[in-house]
């Protein structure tokens, strides 16, 4: 440091002490980690897997709060304000143009006196009352928000709260992705090297709390028991002769038919409750009784339920006799089971548009779907993942993907903030036609196809130029591998010739 001018001292000494902060700064904040210490204890029990998927879900907890925030935010906070007369605004009501009177007729409600079990119905499938809160679409049939200064438009920020946490979770789902990928092409070495590196180089010296000590023991432990099994799978799988391995393939194969069978008997019963739960749901269900009435109300969510509920245990039951490795066996069970509550959302948002969209006695051509039975299908949509979210809260995620975003099966003429418009993405050309000539001109040039073309050619270039670089610093970190393997190899010779010379110099003197 004394050879350097006051300015370079200046800028060293900074930059330690903003590393120094930083460093401290991460040490605090670790400290703040929602289930801190429960997923270290988990991770001491039952080893670095099953704390990586609890590690997920914490994940997941963290996106969905980030997600309810954006949309309170974006939409649901200025019809607050101005519902509740907090700040001096008002909603902007555009009449509806160019459209048939029988397309916005939206009942809400039934009048009258009305039985104290049905208030009960309501709040369990999010009808009735439940119908006109700010939790289903057909609350927002505004078109604005007018501010003293500005108009808060409403559909667009619909929308675009919509784009926005799903860029989000992507960005966010790649970049732990990437991470992950990072380590796993680290830790790729071989089981030798994974014994040696858990035994003489797995332990924190930075750990001094006893309990912490304790957990993390344990841990390499776990993980040193499923490398052992590991071990014994591929070397009883290394010794097993041409005749076995038919026959294990056989197996495979025939089980493998026995899941896609349970598959298609869950979404065939999926598809088959929810025509059924539609059907019945329009035919006088105030005079059944509150029994009979919440189970048709409820029966494709309990499909649903009953479905991911016990798949699970069959794959696991079945995945026993396939004679997989530990870590396989994990990996395959999870693939199924998340294949599995994936595709019975999709069964029964495809169930649905079907029923939306199908006429039985008249034409659906003067609203686009069948205006008499669903007259705002997106909250009737809406309706059923309410109660689906109340059997299986997981399904939050997949509402969000397979429900909200896909609202382009023409928008509802009776309800919500595309009234005016024929697909809710109607609104962003609206939105562009008022920015100036200049401004025009760009967004047009980058959405065309001239533009779209190249940029998907290079993001492809790029992609795979990262792909070749990542191969290329594996096969460095492999071939660096082999040095320090001959190296090690290397001393091992000096020093059993070093210990022969000292055994013949010993003989000469003796």
């Excluded at 071990?231 to 495979?252: H, N, P, V, W």
């Excluded at 299908?377 to 979210?389: D, I």
């Amino acid at each position: 440091m004394k050879y350097l001018s006051e300015w370079d001292q200046w800028k060293r000494y900074s930059s330690k002490s903003w590393k120094r902060f930083l460093e401290k700064a991460r040490e605090m904040t670790s400290h703040l980690e929602l289930w801190r210490e429960d997923i270290r204890s988990i991770e001491g029990k039952f080893g670095t897997g099953i704390q990586s998927y609890f590690s997920f879900l914490r994940f997941l907890v963290l996106l969905n709060l980030v997600i309810f925030l954006i949309i309170f935010l974006l939409v649901l906070l200025p019809i607050l304000l101005t519902e509740y007369k907090i700040t001096n605004s008002s909603f902007v009501l555009v009449p509806s143009k160019d459209k048939d009177i029988q397309c916005t007729i939206y009942p809400i409600s039934s009048s009258g006196l009305i039985y104290f079990y049905s208030y009960i119905v309501d709040l369990l499938s999010g009808t009735g009352f439940l119908e006109e809160t700010c939790l289903f679409y057909g609350h927002y049939t505004i078109d604005g928000v007018k501010f003293q200064n500005f108009t808060y438009d409403l559909p667009l920020a619909y929308l675009l709260s919509t784009i926005a946490y799903l860029t989000l979770s992507l960005l966010w789902i790649v970049k732990r992705s990437v991470e992950g990928f990072k380590v796993n092409l680290i830790r790729s070495e071989e089981h030798f090297q994974s014994y040696c590196n858990k035994i003489f180089a797995g332990w924190d010296f930075c750990i001094t709390n006893r309990s912490m000590a304790d957990l993390k023991h344990s841990s390499l432990q776990y993980e040193l028991r499923a490398d052992l099994e590991e071990e014994r799978i591929r070397q009883k799988i290394a010794e097993r002769t041409s005749e076995e391995t038919i026959k294990i393939y056989s197996l495979r194969l025939f089980l493998n038919c026995i899941v896609l069978a349970v598959l298609g008997a869950c979404f065939y019963a999926i598809y088959t409750a929810t025509i059924f739960s539609q059907e019945h749901m329009k035919k006088e269900i105030d005079k059944m009784v509150f029994g009979e009435n919440l189970l048709i109300l409820y029966l494709p969510s309990i499909v649903i339920t009953l479905a991911n509920f016990i798949t699970p245990m069959i794959f696991a039951r079945i995945i026993q006799y396939e004679d997989y490795s530990p870590g396989f066996e994990i990996r395959l069970t999870i693939l199924r089971c998340v294949f599995m509550r994936l595709a019975t959302i999709c069964v029964l948002v495809f169930t649905l548009g079907s029923k939306i969209t199908s006429c039985d006695n008249y034409s659906c051509e003067l609203c686009g779907y069948n205006q008499k039975l669903y007259p705002c299908w997106e909250t009737q949509v809406g309706q059923e993942m309410y109660k689906l979210m109340i059997f299986d809260l997981i399904i939050i995620l997949a509402v969000t993907l397979f429900v909200d975003f896909p609202r382009n099966i023409p928008s509802s003429k009776g309800c919500g903030p595309f009234t005016n418009f024929n697909t809710t993405w109607d609104v962003v050309p609206k939105t562009v036609s008022t920015f100036p000539s200049s401004l025009q001109s760009l967004v047009h040039g980058i959405t065309s196809e001239a533009f779209a073309v190249p940029f998907f050619m290079i993001i492809c270039l790029i992609m795979f130029y990262f792909i070749a670089l990542a191969g290329a610093h594996k096969r460095v970190v492999v071939q660096l591998r082999e040095q320090l393997s001959l190296e090690s190899r290397d001393k091992r010779y000096l020093i059993q010739k070093l210990t022969e010379a000292q055994r013949e110099m010993r003989n000469r003197l003796d």
